[in-house]
């Protein structure tokens, strides 16, 4: 089993456009049993846009946060002591537990010496199983409206990506946008990110961003650039300046954004953007050792 990430600083960019045509493109080749592509963009899951499959699994996702036990309290005030996030509030005569703020670190509960805070479910979300052919599977997980918290998703969702992997299977996770705690959660220990950008000064910018904190967290990583064409040059300057792999580059058509506005893969129309996919693919094979 291989992961690898595809994400950015910034939306727009491209992220699901990679990741659907990546995917699509090696579960044609030879070189894995399966492919299996995870939407970890949990609040605005779009990879399903342009995968039709079969639903094979569907399951709510669960996280774990205290509940106050009245009768066993005794208002020790230990707990709300503890708690590093605020996600519990002494009130003189009772204890206020604030799910949404709850990191599910368990110090609350393990630490209470009533066992007044037990753990227990509350609901975070939904998770979706596609098969899309023979060889790939799609992945997709949603938030409810209202959850604050993505990162307990997408862990949840990466471990169940993970259960379903055989051997010779190659994981693709389609991160959220930025360089925040539910992007950091969707990349971490993977194989390879690629780090997919486009040729404008806001792309740039956030490029850098995204690059800082792959070094920090000293993630391999490379870059694809996006709509790629005569404004190459900063983003050329800035990889060969800071030696950053360039895996590949997808020429900017308006084809292509025909073809993503009807929801189409753009391998399956568009012969520059497979040939750009394929060698995009061929790189990664190859610099990776995947």
């Known amino acids: 089993m291989i992961e690898i990430a595809i994400a950015s600083g910034k939306g727009g960019t491209g992220k699901t456009?990679?990741?659907?045509?990546?995917?699509?493109l090696l579960a044609s080749q030879e070189a894995f049993d399966k492919i299996i592509i995870c939407d970890?963009?949990?609040?605005?899951?779009?990879?399903?846009?342009?995968?039709?499959?079969?639903?094979i699994h569907k399951e709510v996702k669960y996280r774990m946060v205290p509940q106050w036990d009245e009768e066993r309290c005794t208002l020790c005030k230990r707990c709300a002591n503890i708690c590093e996030f605020n996600a519990i509030a002494f009130l003189g005569i009772s204890v206020l537990v604030f799910p949404e703020l709850c990191h599910s670190c368990y110090a609350c509960s393990e630490l209470c010496p009533e066992d007044a805070l037990p753990m227990v479910e509350h609901r975070m979300g939904e998770l979706k199983h596609y098969k899309v052919s023979d060889k790939l599977e799609f992945i997709e997980s949603r938030l409810d409206i209202g959850v604050e918290q993505a990162v307990p998703l997408i862990a949840?969702?990466?471990?169940?990506?993970?259960?379903?992997?055989?051997?010779?299977?190659?994981?693709?996770?389609?991160?959220?946008?930025?360089?925040?705690?539910?992007?950091?959660?969707?990349?971490k220990n993977t194989k390879k990110t690629i780090l997919i950008t486009e040729p404008t000064p806001f792309g740039l910018h956030d490029l850098t961003l995204a690059v800082e904190t792959m070094q920090e967290m000293k993630q391999p990583f490379g870059v694809v650039l996006n709509r790629s064409g005569e404004n190459d040059n900063k983003v050329d300057e800035y990889c060969n300046t800071n030696n950053i792999e360039?895996?590949?580059?997808?020429?900017?058509?308006r084809d292509a954004a025909v073809a993503y506005s009807n929801g189409k893969l753009m391998i399956d129309s568009i012969p520059e953007i497979k040939n750009a996919i394929t060698t995009i693919a061929n790189n990664l094979l190859k610099e990776a050792a995947l």
Request: glycine share 6%; aromatic share 6%; with cysteine.
């Open 17 to 24: 456009t990679l990741s659907v045509n990546l995917a699509s």
């Open 246 to 253: 360039m895996i590949g580059k997808i020429p900017f058509m």
């Open 156 to 187: 949840s969702s990466r471990e169940y990506a993970r259960n379903i992997a055989t051997e010779n299977t190659l994981l693709i996770y389609d991160a959220p946008p930025g360089t925040s705690c539910p992007v950091i959660e969707a990349v």
């Open 40 to 55: 970890l963009d949990v609040e605005e899951p779009n990879s399903g846009l342009f995968l039709n499959g079969d639903l």
